[in-house]
């Protein structure tokens, strides 16, 4: 299998967002467009350049990106849909470094858009049932997790509060964040129950919004004379799907650390090179879970990194100094590019008040239901 | 006869409330899998015609559990509780539980069993775990 560090160099040379926000009647491509200006002009660059383009959304349905692209220009770019539930900007996102890398294409663009629209399950056509109703509910899952690390290792509501509330307060600086109200412990405790000890304010919210990346070879970096010092190389792109569950462990955690290990072999890092990463926290117990598959932290001690603060800005490697998907939102389509956003204004140290100081290696990652694990790590050469 | 909700996965275990639990057999791996479904052997692919269907006893322990607090599926009502359990040898699935939190303990016998439940106005018997001691 060819790896990305076998292919040639690809760079993020801009990114773009439309704020995450709760659902609203603005409309698909008013929010892309925006994305998709903003990475054009942080890229320095113009639309007709772009020559290939992936489109990551899951609710708003059939052809979303060429409708979109018309607003542009009718370049007669290559367009192509993605969808991968929660990792379809990612996936997105790895195709057009796949494209760029394989020497197809000098120029692509991955954006994800999205709206809380009629995202359907494609579980629920398989026609097979199971023993729980809520079998197939990803937070039930994690709660159980979180429930039984409880017992066996300490792991305590606290803890997940204490999750949620770092990202929730890094959200509260962040313009592109759904949720902007810095959070204690104490409120994220006191919010709604939900599942076991996991309260609502330790679950990403649903919303829309949208963010883009823009990919391109080292030949048109200097074609287009981009300054030299902001492009941001991809030094991995890894995606596994999960095997059958063995033993208690979480098929979709064992799937991450799989996924890390074989991105950090890619890029040549290790777990401690990292100085920044953006995970997938849908749920509180899982930053904790991810920070210890990742090896940021020793097995069982992923509490441990977080109450010691190797986890926030200015600690060892900050965790979802965006706000994570709990603070900054889960639109589904854009969240993976969401977070190639906030790594590359990190390597690029342009990230204001959320800055991690010195960054120059970052991981983004992501799990899309049923499930699969995405990761990216990117570089300041 | 009230129907069962879910007749696939199991089926009544004589004249109580007692339930089996139909597991697939592999004839081409020999490995067992839950639940036997229409699309073959999830463990080496083999086609349906080598999977035969296997109703085995309803006996799990009880591994994790917890309450939910909010309506999660349109099929419960909350507050109620679900759980791991490993069914058979190294098959750990999602249950529903009989009752409340207080009844249970990790590590404890529970037993698949039909209970009624109310799904678009009609009765039906649903697989609720209960306490061994109780079924």
Redo the contacts between chains.
């Keep these: 299998m060819a790896r990305l560090s076998d292919m040639r160099p690809v760079y993020v040379i801009g990114v773009g967002m439309h704020p995450y926000q709760f659902a609203s009647e603005t409309l698909y491509i008013d929010m892309g467009l925006t994305a998709v200006r903003g990475a054009l002009e942080d890229a320095g660059i113009a639309f007709p350049e772009v020559e290939s383009a992936y489109v990551g959304c899951t609710g708003i349905g059939m052809a979303a990106g060429r409708i979109m692209f018309n607003h542009l220009g009718s370049t007669g770019l290559a367009c192509t849909q993605i969808e991968n539930a929660s990792a379809s900007g990612s996936s997105a996102f790895q195709l057009a470094v796949l494209e760029v890398a394989s020497g197809r294409r000098d120029v692509s663009l991955a954006v994800g858009v999205d709206k809380t629209g009629d995202q359907v399950r494609a579980v629920q056509k398989e026609k ?8 197939t ?1 990803p ?3 994690y ?2 997790m979180a ?2 690390l409880k ?1 066996e290792k300490g792991l305590s509501a606290e803890d997940l509060a204490m999750v949620a509330a770092k990202n929730h307060t890094n959200a509260s600086k962040n313009p592109n964040a759904q949720f902007r109200k810095p959070r204690t412990v104490e409120q994220v405790l006191n919010s ?5 000890t996991t309260t609502s304010l330790m679950c990403c919210p649903r919303g829309e919004g949208a963010a883009a990346a823009i990919v391109a070879s080292e030949d048109a970096i200097r074609r287009l004379g981009i300054a030299g010092g902001r492009p941001i190389r991809v030094k991995a792109s890894v995606l596994q799907s999960e095997q ?2 063995v ?2 462990e979480i098929p979709s955690v064992t799937l991450a650390q799989r996924v890390a290990e074989m991105a950090y072999d890619e890029a040549g890092i290790a777990a401690s090179d990292l100085d920044c990463v953006e995970l997938h926290d849908a749920f509180a117990i899982e930053e904790i879970l991810y920070t210890e598959t990742f090896g940021l932290a020793p097995k069982g001690a992923g509490q441990h990194f977080l109450r010691d603060g190797g986890s926030a800005i200015g600690g060892q490697c900050c965790v979802n100094s965006s706000g994570g998907l709990i603070g900054q939102g889960h639109p589904l389509g854009p969240t993976g590019l969401g977070q190639i956003h906030e790594l590359t204004r990190q390597l690029r140290g342009e990230n204001g008040d959320r800055q991690q100081p010195g960054a120059r290696v970052g991981m983004a990652h992501m799990i899309g239901l049923g499930s699969i694990s995405i990761a990216h790590i990117l570089t300041k050469d | 006869m009230t129907a069962l909700e ?1 007749p ?3 089926e009544i275990d004589g004249t109580g409330p007692a339930l089996k ?1 139909i597991f697939g057999q592999c004839a081409a791996c020999k490995e067992q899998h839950f ?1 036997h ?1 229409g ?1 073959g052997c ?2 080496c692919g083999a086609r349906p015609e080598q999977v035969t269907p296997e109703a085995r006893d309803g006996r799990a322990t009880l ?8 309506k ?5 009502t909350p507050p109620c509780v ?3 359990a490993e069914i058979a040898p ?1 098959m ?5 539980l009989s009752g409340s939190a207080a009844q249970y303990r ?1 590590g404890m016998t529970i037993v698949a069993r039909a209970e009624e439940v109310e799904r678009n106005g009609e009765t039906v018997l649903a ?1 609720r775990f209960a306490p061994e001691e109780e079924v």
Excluded: W
């Design positions: 097979v049932n199971r023993l729980s109703d809520t079998a509910i937070l039930v899952k709660a159980l429930e039984r017992k709604t129950l939900v599942a076991g059958p569950q033993g208690r | 879910k696939d996965l199991y639990l639940p479904t699309y999830p463990r591994l994790t559990f917890i309450t939910l607090h909010a999660l599926a349109p099929g419960i679900v759980a791991e190294g750990i699935e999602e249950v529903m990790d697989c």
